[in-house]
T-cell receptor, first 112, second 114 residues
Framework: DQQVKQNSPSLSVQEGRISILNCDYT??????FLWYKKYPAEGPTFLIS?????DKNEDGRFTVFLNKSAKHLSLHIVPSQPGDSAVYFC???????????FGTGTRLQVFP | GAGVSQSPSNKVTEKGKDVELRCDPI?????LYWYRQSLGQGLEFLIY????????KSGLPSDRFSAERTGGSVSTLTIQRTQQEDSAVYLC????????????FGPGTRLTVT
């Protein structure tokens, strides 16, 4: 039972353009949604989060949108840079448990 | 300040042997988590500590897996009688409850069972 799904295993974007990474979830009780970036042989690095009571959160080049009716969230990276090339994981957290539930990740490649 | 550290970074062991993986969380972080990532998969929750107590062990896959935390700091994940399906990257994270949902991860231990 996969509660958090990232249906696109990979995405390729030209430098300077927008990258949009998508995530779907099934449990309406999730309180927070988070995005992590992971480089090879390193641990995941926290990028940005959003509370379930909001529909948008922005931090520099990164914006996360939450559509609760569709149980869908997305991460927008504008403008994309070659250093953004990594695997991106979305994760969710319920208010009554601190554990994070992760999607399977999307590999983003930003080319010049 | 120092981040989460884990040791060893790589471990190769023979099937049937026991292994111990260590995690040193960020100083002052009371919450500590273990996850693992198998090849091509997302991160899978194993166990959560608040202080030295483990209120959520629901992710431990079998009784061969155990973990402890002492002094509210360092944690050890032990896998007994390792099997090939235990091969994965084991990741530790820590957080300070009340300061947001984000957890901070260490670099992981890559375990290979031959």
């Amino acid at each position: 039972d996969q509660q958090v799904k990232q249906n696109s295993p990979s995405l390729s974007v030209q430098e300077g353009r927008i990258s949009i990474l998508n995530c779907d979830y099934t449990n309406s009780m999730f309180d927070y949604f988070l995005w992590y970036k992971k480089y090879p042989a390193e641990g995941p690095t926290f990028l940005i989060s959003i509370s379930s009571i909001k529909d948008k959160n922005e931090d520099g080049r990164f914006t996360v949108f939450l559509n609760k009716s569709a149980k869908h969230l997305s991460l927008h990276i504008v403008p994309s840079q070659p250093g953004d090339s990594a695997v991106y994981f979305c994760a969710s957290q319920s208010y009554n448990t601190d554990k994070l539930i992760f999607g399977t990740g999307t590999r983003l490649q930003v080319f010049p | 300040g120092a981040g989460v550290s884990q040791s060893p970074s790589n471990k190769v062991t023979e099937k049937g042997k026991d292994v111990e993986l260590r995690c040193d969380p960020i100083s002052g972080h009371t919450a500590l988590y273990w996850y693992r990532q198998s090849l091509g998969q997302g991160l899978e929750f194993l166990i959560y500590f608040q202080g030295n107590s483990a209120p959520d062990k629901s992710g431990l896959p079998s009784d061969r897996f155990s973990a402890e935390r002492t002094g509210g700091s360092v944690s050890t994940l032990t896998i007994q009688r390792t099997q090939q399906e235990d091969s994965a990257v084991y990741l530790c994270a820590s957080s300070l409850p009340g300061e947001g949902p984000e957890q901070y991860f260490g670099p992981g231990t890559r375990l290979t069972v031959t």
